[in-house]
């Protein structure tokens, strides 16, 4: 085969490997001359690439040969039934899907990133080892089927035992990037067999012991391996990835009796959202110093904490459905709900028609990159004020490291109108990310439902800017009569201008302790500051709003 390619002209052989599948280009390297043809060919990679996947930023330097390789590896990872090679490189695929979210183009139905990530997610496994592998599903897990230790190391195993076995090409970063094109896709080795081992450990709990040899170029392994990595990093990359895919996964089961044990997106077994509401509302995340009340890090740097984010989706998304079985004029709130990662990119949301002209705009407008002038849909949950006190400050209360215990008390739910305009652009402070400037708001907040509430009319301000980690940063103030009252942080799930909108919690501005708190989302409908309400939306934000006149 390989002496009738090479006698074909250079034209008609770049032509057929071009229209192959770009894992088989390293079965194509059968020989020196078109190893040499594959490997020096800029071009066939750029088209390769461009055939499957969005384009990247417009750059002279970008080598597509390394860019086509690392999506190559991932996809196979994420093709791959072996749970331990999947542990091991959730940072690798965890950094390849933020890319590809990156370079996504505004409109999803012309992207070609977006069916690539749905297709591999709907494979059950990967939602159960990439998404549902934050210390919520953990500790949800623990309490159904063991404990909590146990399942750490049963899953710390699996990964030490893949860093032992599995090629360096695949975890090593620089690797990734090299222009050997004998790791073009590097076939995903056989793994070694985890039950007895994790048979030991489910009888012992005790990893130290396990005789398993580990040579040296694992303790070699790159900085950010499996082995190297803090824990909590793996779960807040998890949580994170959850919250771009933005399908709340609302409950949990175990499929089989061996490990790791798994989850899934059926109805038919024990629902998650008790946890995530335990987690929403135990006060002691907000009175921590560091977290500015917000889903942040107790690190005082507003380092977001991904896993608060997911609880806060998981619980939005509950009360939601819950509010769509009772009043059918919600009909469509959840529509773009079911649609993986869509949203979750810079610059997704597409304002609909107008009904009625827009305002003239105004001079800051053009100078704002966050697009923050316009009408936006806004989502408050609480719990009713003795509960949320008896569950935070009752009797018989946990240790200061102990888990609250999960808990079914329904919560209330209002949805709100915001129409906001810029007053101010000026530069970061030294503690924002520098890349973007604060942009300052402010603006009239409206109930929908229910109309009456006295909580919800009021004026509104605010600022938007960038984390020191590039996050885009909603802080809100609800104003009545010109005294601040109620303040909220959040964050703006899939970056600047993102359709899906912000994630986080509301709170009492003098930040009192003894509450109250909950969690709160708001995203856009329309670019303008309307007269009247619009007949319908059609954006691609994550809970489209329906028709209300």
Known sequence: MANNLLHLPHEVLHSIIANTDPQDLAALCCCRALNDFIKNNHLLHKEMYLKTFDSLSQKDNTVWGPELRKLVNVQKILESSDDALKLSQ???????????????????????NLPFLTNLFEQRQNVNTFLCSSSLFEWARAELWGDLSTTRQRRDLAAMLTEQKFPRSLRNHSTLNSLDSETVADPIPEQPELGDLLAYVSRTGDTGSIPVPVPAEAHAASPTSALQRPQSYDRQLSAKLHCLYGVSIGTVRKTCESSPPRYSLRNDTAEIHPYARSRVYDL??????????????????????????????????????????????????????????????????????????????????????????????????????????????????????????????????????????????????????????????????????????????????????????????????????????????????????????????????????????????????????????????????????????
């Open 284 to 549: 002691r995340q907000h009175t921590e110093n560091g977290t500015f009340w917000g889903p942040f890090l107790d690190d005082g740097l507003g380092t977001v904490d991904w896993e608060k984010l997911e609880a806060i989706m998981i619980i939005l998304d509950y009360n939601l459905r819950r509010s769509t079985e009772v009043h059918r004029q919600y009909e469509g709130m959840l529509e773009l709900q079911e649609n993986p990662w869509v949203g979750a990119t810079p610059h997704s949301f597409i304002s609909p028609p107008q009904s009625v002209p827009m305002e003239p705009p105004l001079p800051l407008e053009a100078q704002d990159p966050y697009s923050v002038t316009g009408t936006w849909m806004r989502v408050v949950c609480f719990l009713d004020y003795t509960a949320l006190y008896d569950f935070n400050f009752g009797d018989d209360q946990p240790e200061r490291d102990h888990l609250r215990e999960p808990i079914d008390t329904e919560e209330a739910t209002r949805l709100i109108t915001m129409k906001i305009h810029v007053t101010k652009i000026q530069a970061p402070g030294e503690d924002d990310g520098q890349q973007l400037p604060v942009v300052h708001f402010q603006g009239k907040s409206s109930s929908i439902r229910p109309s009456w509430d006295p909580n919800a009319n009021s004026k509104i301000k605010g600022t938007v800017r960038l984390t020191p980690q590039g996050e885009v940063r909603w802080t809100t103030f609800s104003v009545f009569q010109g005294e601040e009252r109620w303040r909220s942080e959040g964050i703006q799930i899939g970056g600047v201008r993102s359709a899906r909108g912000v994630l986080g919690f509301w709170f009492d501005k003098d930040f009192d302790e003894h509450g109250p708190a909950g969690p709160t989302a708001f995203w856009k409908s329309h670019d303008g500051i309307e007269a009247k309400k619009p007949s319908n939306t059609h954006g691609w934000n994550q809970f489209t709003v329906p028709s209300y006149w």
């Open 90 to 112: 959730l940072q690798t695929v965890a950094v390849s899907i933020q890319d590809l979210l990156t370079n996504a183009p505004m409109d999803p139905r012309t992207s070609l």
